[in-house]
Structures are given as structure tokens and as C-alpha cells.
């Protein structure tokens, strides 16, 4: 295979496993579709590696981790702007506060 292949099928990979991980999380993100390929690439390398080194080098796959890990990357992604597990970024909770939501 070729390597320009293979960019594309990780970047395809990259984006379902973003993509994934932002729906099994609640709330809008204001994530760019490049940076949810970056996370899903991450996190499914993170997840190949942790099967990887667990089994003893005898597995390399592991949808399910690499879908954890994942999903850990974006929760760690919105804790770093300042939002929580329901609300994604601090922004949108001070908008809701100054109109009198909670």
C-alpha cells in the first residue's frame, strides 16, 4: 500500500473515531473537523498501544480501546477550555448565566 493510501485511510479512521467520541459525549463541541481527525488518530494510536503492550505484543488491534481513548481525549480537550462533562466550553456557560439559565 501506498503511503498516500495509507494518510487517507487514517485520516478516514481518524475522523469516525472523533466523530464517535463527540456523539458519546453530551453537548455541542466547537470542534473543527481537522481537530477531530487529529484526536481520533491519537486516540486510536493510545488505544493500539495500550492492547498492544497488555497483550505482550501479541494483539495489535482494540476498536473498543482506542474508542475509550478517545472519548478520554475529548473529555480531556473540553476540560482544557474550561467546560465540564455537559457543557463543552466555559463561553457557552457564561452566555447561559448572563441570560438567567442554569
Do not use: H, N
Not at 456523539?23 to 481520533?40: E, F, H, N, V, Y
Request: glycine share 14%; net charge positive.
Amino acid at each position: 500500500m501506498s503511503w498516500i493510501a495509507y494518510l487517507i485511510i487514517l485520516a478516514i479512521q481518524g475522523l469516525i473515531f472523533g466523530a464517535l467520541a463527540r456523539l458519546a459525549l453530551p453537548g455541542k463541541d466547537p470542534m473543527s473537523i481537522p481537530m477531530t481527525i487529529a484526536l481520533g488518530i491519537a486516540g486510536s494510536f493510545i488505544g493500539g498501544l495500550l492492547v498492544y503492550v497488555l497483550s505482550g505484543g501479541r494483539s495489535a488491534g482494540g476498536f473498543f480501546v482506542a474508542f475509550v481513548c478517545t472519548v478520554g481525549l475529548v473529555y480531556l480537550v473540553r476540560r482544557s477550555r474550561g467546560g465540564s462533562l455537559m457543557s463543552p466550553d466555559a463561553a457557552s456557560r457564561e452566555r447561559r448565566e448572563r441570560r438567567g439559565y442554569r
